[in-house]
T-cell receptor, first 112, second 115 residues
Framework: GEDVEQSLFLSVREGDSSVINCTYTDSSSTYLYWYKQEPGAGLQLLTYIFSNMDMKQDQRLTVLLNKKDKHLSLRIADTQTGDSAIYFCAESMNSGYSTLTFGKGTMLLVSP | DVKVTQSSRYLVKRTGEKVFLECVQDMDHENMFWYRQDPGLGLRLIYFSYDVKMKEKGDIPEGYSVSREKKERFSLILESASTNQTSMYLC??????????????FGAGSRLTVL
């Protein structure tokens, strides 16, 4: 079945780059997503990538996809204390009628 | 902006009580979802719905039911609450985008404690 794995915790200093990694098992995954959850809030979509792409950049965020290794990463440049949150990787297949499978989330702690 | 509103942010119920968690979205989304979030387990899908009066089981439907009588409202029902249903419950909605991505918009969550 589908499985999405993430490391549970990452700690960085303000101004450094953060890289959050994710692996997935289902080779038919079509879309891969990154969501952010701040304390006491629901999840907020950061970005998503179609599986025929290998990179997507949006301001401080860079998503890299290695489809051969089923590896997805989220790089946050110039990490700020406001980036402290839980980051979830998710996958879906085929079309908009599929559901998302989420990883367990990576807690990012940014220290001043 | 799409808004997904969960009516109760915090609830405390007793074992055996019937519990209703309500979710309303205001952007005419076809798809609605209920997840529960537990430390170390991430998000797990309970039920989802692609249309009014339609429901599908997710990964952990046992002990739950749902109702979707109107397009904008998706209710999660715990017929007889148990302590292992203490959790954060997240509602989400989406529409099918032209690209085929299923972009979910989440509510703020309902934290349920069952004593």
């Amino acid at each position: 079945g589908e499985d999405v794995e993430q490391s549970l915790f990452l700690s960085v200093r303000e101004g450094d780059s953060s890289v959050i990694n994710c692996t997935y098992t289902d080779s038919s995954s079509t879309y891969l997503y990154w969501y952010k959850q701040e304390p006491g809030a629901g999840l907020q979509l950061l970005t998503y990538i179609f599986s025929n792409m290998d990179m997507k950049q949006d301001q401080r965020l860079t998503v890299l996809l290695n489809k051969k290794d089923k590896h997805l990463s989220l790089r946050i440049a110039d990490t700020q204390t406001g980036d402290s949150a839980i980051y979830f990787c998710a996958e879906s297949m085929n079309s908009g009628y599929s559901t998302l499978t989420f990883g367990k989330g990576t807690m990012l702690l940014v220290s001043p | 902006d799409v808004k997904v509103t969960q009516s109760s942010r915090y609830l405390v119920k007793r074992t055996g009580e019937k519990v209703f968690l309500e979710c309303v979205q205001d952007m005419d989304h076809e798809n609605m979802f209920w997840y529960r979030q537990d430390p170390g387990l991430g998000l797990r899908l309970i039920y989802f719905s692609y249309d009014v009066k339609m429901k599908e089981k997710g990964d952990i439907p046992e002990g739950y039911s749902v109702s979707r009588e109107k397009k904008e409202r998706f209710s999660l029902i715990l017929e007889s609450a148990s302590t292992n249903q203490t959790s954060m419950y997240l509602c989400a909605s989406s529409f099918s985008q032209g690209t085929g991505a299923n972009v979910l918009t989440f509510g703020a969550g309902s934290r349920l404690t069952v004593l």
